[in-house]
């Protein structure tokens, strides 16, 4: 059993994915969909431990960032273990944080975020599930795109599309604010899943 195994198997997850222990050098970063982050302390390295029912996302996601190895826009995938990945950790704020920090988005942030999905399309991949979550921007000023287990779906998704019209038709507008609190922020996704914003599916 190498380091990072070992380390692995220490974070232990009870029923309904709840996160019961796990080791002193792991500082846990992030909770999602299907997987706990943690951060290797006193290193640049993240730990992506999947929800029991999700392990076979380690694999699938660990294969895509692997083709796109070579992209700076994305993290480097360093090991795939049987439910975790072992990746760069990204030190920086979400979109969805730097909304509710009052952060400005500017628009070279999203002509970068398009350039960055399209070097994956050009890899032959299907940038999908594109949200305010999966987006950084770095402690530097750079963008970086994590997520990537739908990349290889085939339906269309039109996430990214929807939001970049929410950002030219509002956030861009002297009127609207630029910190606006994560309540609100959830509520409006919420509302979107339900198909109850219209407005952006013109």
């Known amino acids: ?13 009870g029923k309904e994915n709840r996160l019961l222990s796990y080791d002193d050098s792991l500082q846990l970063v992030g909770t999602g969909r299907s997987a706990f982050v943690f951060k290797i302390k006193s290193t640049d390295k993240a730990m992506k431990i ?6 076979h996302l380690a694999k ?13 826009y994305y993290p480097t995938i360093y090991y795939i273990g049987k439910n975790y990945i072992l ?11 730097c909304i509710t920090y009052g952060e400005e988005i ?9 350039y960055a999905l399209a070097l994956a399309s050009a890899r032959g991949l299907n940038p999908s599930d594109i949200h305010l979550r999966n987006i950084f921007i770095t402690s530097k000023g750079e963008i970086k795109i994590i997520d990537v287990a739908r990349f290889r779906q085939e339906k ?16 861009v507008k002297a009127y609207f604010p630029k910190k606006i609190p994560a309540f609100i922020l959830n509520t409006v ?7 109850l914003i219209p407005f952006y599916r013109e």
Not at 50 to 55: A, E, H, I, N
Request: aromatic share 18%; with cysteine.
């Open 1 to 13: 059993m190498n380091t990072y195994e070992a380390l692995a198997s220490t974070v232990i997850i």
């Open 50 to 55: 999947f929800f029991p029912r999700f392990t």
């Open 60 to 72: 699938e996601e660990g294969e895509i960032y692997k083709i796109l190895q070579g992209v700076s």
């Open 87 to 97: 990746m760069d950790f990204i030190d920086g704020h979400t979109l969805f944080e």
């Open 106 to 114: 500017t628009m070279e942030h999203i002509k970068e975020i398009d």
């Open 156 to 171: 269309d998704c039109v996430q990214w599309d929807y939001l970049k019209k929410a950002y030219q038709r509002h956030y």
């Open 189 to 195: 996704a919420y509302l979107y899943k339900q198909e």
